[in-house]
């Protein structure tokens, strides 16, 4: 069976500050793991996706994410936070691109002024 | 390219009514998924087709929910008496055998009162 796990579920960071999100999965086959922002009242958007290619992906809105297998992790990254991060965020794992999408239980981010 | 299409985007019913929801995925998709997110909680698949067949129902509630699609284009998913417990974002997904990662729709929020 397939899982994600997020730590946090609110992360409070500074504008200008580092943004880490933080993801755990478990696969019992290689995965292919996904974030998704998701902004109030609106569905979830495709930040980036790893698909066993390269292990650093660089998503859209200067995110980026790095599949580590031997720490199961894939943790989202930004270097500078701005204001319109605010969102939820949703780490989730598929076994092909057929395949379902499990969720994780998401991560409300903040950012103070 | 339109995106997935989702109505009504906000529905309040009284528990035991019934309510029908409605997706039209982007066109040449045939892959299509029902996910209920619960508020704080991550998106939870109920239902997935691959053009008009069903490919996983495992988490539908069939007591009470149903889904069809009808010449694998637009779905339907009506809920049949509704529930305090049924009130969510009801989401709908489409993506390609060839593209990892889904794109969905605004979604439908349903309040059961």
């Known amino acids: 069976a397939q899982s994600v796990t997020q730590l946090g579920s609110h992360v409070s960071v500074s504008e200008g500050a580092l943004v880490l999100l933080r993801c755990n999965y478990s696969?019992?086959?290689?995965?292919?793991l996904f974030w998704y922002v998701q902004y109030p009242n609106q569905g979830l958007q495709l930040l980036l996706k790893?698909?066993?290619?390269?292990?650093l992906v660089k998503g859209i809105n200067g995110f980026e994410a790095e599949f580590k297998k031997s720490e199961t992790s894939f943790h989202l990254t930004k270097p500078s936070a701005h204001m319109s991060d605010a969102a939820e965020y949703f780490c989730?794992?598929?076994?092909?691109?057929?395949?379902?999408?499990?969720f994780g239980s998401g991560t409300r981010l903040s950012i103070r002024p | 390219e339109a995106g997935v299409a989702q109505s009504p985007r906000y529905k309040i019913i009284e528990k035991r009514q019934s309510v029908a929801f409605w997706c039209n995925p982007i066109s040449g998709h045939a892959t299509l998924y029902w996910y209920q997110q619960i508020l704080g909680q991550g998106p939870k698949l109920l239902i997935q087709f691959q053009n008009n067949g069903v490919v996983d129902d495992s988490q539908l509630p069939k007591d009470r929910f149903s889904a069809e699609r009808l010449k694998g284009v637009d779905s339907t998913l009506k809920i049949q008496p509704a529930k305090l417990e049924d009130s969510a974002v009801y989401l709908c997904?489409?993506?390609?055998?060839?593209?990892?990662?889904?794109?969905f729709g605004s979604g439908t929020r349903l309040t059961v009162v």
């Open positions: 997904a489409s993506s390609n055998t060839d593209y990892y990662g889904y794109t």
């Open positions: 790893y698909t066993s290619a390269a292990t």
């Open positions: 696969s019992s086959v290689p995965p292919y």
């Open positions: 989730a794992v598929s076994r092909s691109s057929a395949s379902k999408i499990i």
